[in-house]
């Protein structure tokens, strides 16, 4: 039974992670898109900006998440050696 479920959480975690990001990344266009739909004079410009900023941090946070998990599972997968 515990095999299934660790095969599992290895696949899941990963999924979980770019799914997120995806969201994140994403959710920042919609907003976008619908101010633009209501007030389409420069007012979207600040929200396109903050936007890719809040993109760049995104990425490298679910990087560095990603990093993290990659290191911990082959440093768990080398102690069993």
Known sequence: LMLP???????ARPVSLALRLTGNLLADHKVVGAILL???WLVPVPFLLLGT???IVQ???F?????IY?????????DHH
């Open 59 to 61: 990425t490298f946070v």
């Open 70 to 78: 990659i290191g911990e599972a082959l440093g768990h997968a080398e």
């Open 38 to 40: 209501l007030l389409p």
């Open 5 to 11: 479920v660790e095969i599992f959480s290895h696949l």
């Open 63 to 67: 990087t560095l998440l990603t990093m």
């Open 53 to 55: 900023l809040v993109c």
